[in-house]
């Protein structure tokens, strides 16, 4: 990995070489080799140059034993079968050693499925929270399972039982949870970090109090967004909102550990607050020599060397560069323009909160591969060699998000080395048949989808109907969805809570747009991005400068205008850039605003927490924009 890359130096290769290495080009991946910046390559050089009877070859770089590491992988470039939930998915979970799936939905459910000899089985499910799973979390030994949910609590299970085991009850919405002790440890530990501040707080495993064990308060100093831990190592890696990232270690001073680099300013952890961009995901290689990160806005793939925090390689899944390479006929598949705007439009929802921690790279068995989700399907990509190997479900029809990956590694794997497997012996190869799944969510799917060895796939029997159908009456689901609209709000800011009446009678389609926004968790995290003393407080955009935003159907909507007028204070009404085209961006006056009738769209009343829509009217601000970030932590709807 980066400590075998000391060769790297002399062998960097240009794009033009990597896109002609195999059967593969990296397709929408621009790529930067962070080693060995000084490139000698004969094709840059400027200016006349000697004869030359033949230019020397460049040496290729190859991965040894490189086709048993895809031989494990599945072989089918297309979904064999698919199962539900109820509502959307948001993660799906490969406990190590264990062998079970636990896949999660938005709406609280947890299901465990059980590796069999063929494909996975049905095992238990669980109404584990009341709205939705914010984070989940597998232990190193595969056998503790925990879900931190915006019922401000977090839920404990024993895997190997499949038991909800205990629940912890918080003070505090919990932001991400992880399980920070070594296979065999005795006492089972969990870490939470808070959606509000940037403490880490460790609590016992096994759920017996609901006191931590020890609070981590000055490491970060913002709220934590990820965490996963090393078993290698010992040490728990943490990355907060500001893009800072931390070393830490689950006992005695809870500080570095010594088996780590020594000063942080001799690593790359800095890249992201440079490139002003947030992880969205962190997960450990199986070694645990490596992580690899995803991150917004600049939806770059990063691999770090664990143990120096040095940058060993970058990859660009910008949409600049998906657009540059479908114009330029470079991508690793051409698409119609019609279609290609489908998916790039699909590729912009991802970057909204809902779905942005939904994202993730993970690893296969050897390391070697990282493996993620992208605009042109599943891609697996052999980090080594720099090349594409495999891309899964480039021809489906859903947008890869939550990948998890079973490879059926060999029961006798102590006894079996790389180069027996590598051999041509039939007893031993029929003795170690595996059979490895590739697990996949969707964007706005309620399915998660399989990946596996089979070659006769039907498309007409794939997709397994294991949960009865929601609404078999459109007609009558649109009057159900009308019904649970609700009639008042909570938003909870970082400045206090404001309570809003809505008016589903005057708007209701603006009113299903909000609730159902404020429901599937748009708005958490999202800005007042917009701020003018003696008028109004503008927030609802995800972007957060005011041009972004959409729809529950995924376009602009026509307006609403009632007998209600802008004639008094805390009118809550939506912001538009014209006539019928509303979004998700709303604003809340602090003033009459008569000029506004028939313009905005008044969908509710602010009727308690008056103070702190005049303490966020009276921010500081630069260009209307408040210079400290107010947040809307989350809405919640009665």
């Known amino acids: 990995m980066a400590g075998e890359d000391s060769d790297t130096k002399s062998n960097k290769r240009g794009r033009s070489e990597v896109e002609a290495d195999g059967n593969y080009d990296t397709g929408c991946l621009k790529l ?32 040894p034993y490189e086709k048993l590491y895809v031989s494990a992988l599945p072989t089918s470039p297309r979904y064999s079968k698919s199962l539900m939930h109820k509502e959307q998915l948001a993660f799906v979970t490969m406990t190590p050693l264990t062998d079970f799936l636990i896949t999660s939905s938005v709406d609280g459910v947890v299901k465990f499925w059980k590796k069999g000899a063929e494909g996975i ?34 839920k404990i299970f024993d895997v190997m039982t499949f038991d909800l085991l205990a629940m912890l009850a918080m003070e505090f919405t919990p932001k991400c949870v992880c399980w920070v002790h070594r296979r ?51 040490c728990v890696i943490s990355a907060d909102e500001n893009g800072m990232i931390e070393y830490w270690r689950p006992g005695g001073s809870y500080e570095k550990p010594d088996n780590v680099f020594e000063y942080k300013s001799s690593t790359n952890l800095f890249e992201f607050k440079k490139a002003k961009s947030t992880p969205a995901s962190l997960t450990i290689s199986p070694s645990g020599s490596q992580f690899a990160t995803f991150s ?41 323009d019609m279609e290609f705007g489908r998916r790039l439009a699909t590729e912009r929802e991802i970057e909204s909160p809902a779905l942005r921690n939904k994202v993730n790279v993970i690893f296969d068995e050897s390391g070697h591969f990282i493996i993620y989700g992208s605009m042109l399907g599943t891609k697996v990509l052999n980090t080594y060699t720099n090349r594409v190997i495999k891309v899964y479900g480039k021809d489906e029809n859903f947008r890869p998000l939550s990948l998890a990956i079973y490879q059926g590694q060999p029961q006798k794997k102590g006894i079996t080395t790389v180069a027996m497997a590598a051999s041509n012996n039939p007893l031993l190869q029929e003795s170690e048949t595996r059979d ?33 159908p929601t ?12 019904a649970e609209t609700g009639t008042a709000g909570i938003i909870h800011t970082t400045y206090g809570d404001i309570h809003i009446r809505l008016f589903p009678e005057a708007a209701p389609k603006t009113v299903e747009n909000f609730v159902t926004h404020s429901k599937q968790g748009y708005y958490n995290n999202t800005i007042f991005h917009r701020v003018i003393r003696k008028f109004m407080i503008q927030c609802g955009d995800p972007l957060g400068d005011g041009t972004g935003g959409e729809s529950i159907w995924g376009r602009e909507f026509e307006d609403e205008f009632s007998t209600l007028k802008h004639d008094k204070p ?34 509710g009343r602010a009727i308690q927490g008056l103070d702190v829509i005049h303490k966020i009217e009276n921010a500081r601000v630069y260009k209307e924009k408040p210079e400290e970030d107010i947040k809307i932590l989350n809405i919640e709807i009665m």
């Open 471 to 482: 609404n078999l009456n459109p007609r009558k689901a649109v009057e159900t969805k009308m």
């Open 121 to 154: 089985e049905f095992v238990k499910e669980f109404k584990a929270h009341v709205g939705e799973i914010k984070s989940v979390s597998v232990s190193a030994d595969g056998r503790s399972f925990a879900t931190a949910g915006v019922d401000k609590s977090v």
């Open 436 to 468: 490895p799944i590739l697990f996949a969510t969707g964007v706005g799917k309620v399915r998660f989808y399989m990946f596996t060895n089979e070659e006769e796939i039907s498309k007409s029997e794939r997709d397994v109907q294991n949960e009865k």
């Open 296 to 336: 917004f806005p600049d939806r770059k793939v990063r691999i770090f060397d664990f143990p120096t925090g040095k940058l060993y390689r970058t990859y660009d899944e910008s949409l600049q560069i998906i657009e540059e390479m479908q114009q330029a006929g470079t991508a690793l598949q051409k698409l119609e």
């Open 184 to 234: 065999g440890a005795s006492l089972p530990l969990l870490a939470v970090s808070d959606e509000v501040n940037h403490t880490i707080r460790v609590y016992d495993g096994r759920g017996e109090s609901q006191d931590p064990i020890h609070t981590i308060v000055g490491l970060h100093r913002s709220v934590v967004s990820l965490m996963a831990f090393n078993d290698t190592f010992d």
């Open 32 to 63: 930067y080799l962070t080693y060995g910046d000084a490139d000698s390559s004969s094709d840059d050089d400027m200016g006349p140059q000697l004869p030359s009877a033949e230019a020397p070859k460049k040496r290729r770089r190859k991965l």
């Open 570 to 603: 805390y009118t809550v009404s939506m912001a538009n850039a014209g006539k019928n085209t509303n979004g998700s961006q709303f604003f809340i006056t602090t003033e009459k605003a008569p000029w506004l009738d028939n313009k905005h769209t008044i969908f």
